[in-house]
């Protein structure tokens, strides 16, 4: 009987874990001028309730999304200089966040260095479409501009923030062929 329950037990609790899955996912841009712009995430389920709870000022990073970058870009006036970065989210007031990096890795138990974390220029909104999981991506502003935008998406919250790359001197390779054949 006790292996039945025990077996029993096991049984529920991977059906649990099988039945939510969790997806490590990656995006990568290549700005104009051959920059890579490379977001690395965990997906993750919404959790309104814990959004509701942070309080203003506080920063959070739900599974600690990291952007990897090949070259240097700006946030407004910052140079953000190549390297991996933690993306955070910084509840600014009750109906207001933005985006801001963190040099290194940002974790609940260690106290970091707030003067070191470079704002992004951010837009937030509340839209109809809800993710039910974390979304990240980075895609063109738009128009002409030397923006990229990072998109936050996460149950109804859209959350955008914008580096600016350099003036292309040349064209990213172009990949998009290439990748429909299994070559990288």
Known sequence: MKKAVFVGLVLLSTAG???????NKRVIAILPGGIEAIMSYRTVPVN??????????????PRGPRLTLTGEVMAGSVKVTSGTYTVGLLRRADDN???????????????FDRSKLIHLESTYSMIKEHAAHIEIDITPAPGKSRNAVISFHFGQMLLEGILTYPEASVAPPDRTEDSFHGHP
Not at 17 to 23: A, N
Not at 98 to 111: A, M
């Open 17 to 23: 874990l099988i039945g939510h899955p969790h997806f």
């Open 97 to 111: 966040w933005s985006l801001v990096l963190s040099p290194g890795r940002l974790l609940k138990t260690v106290e």
């Open 48 to 61: 309104d309730a814990h959004l509701e709870k942070v309080k203003t000022g506080d920063i959070v990073s």
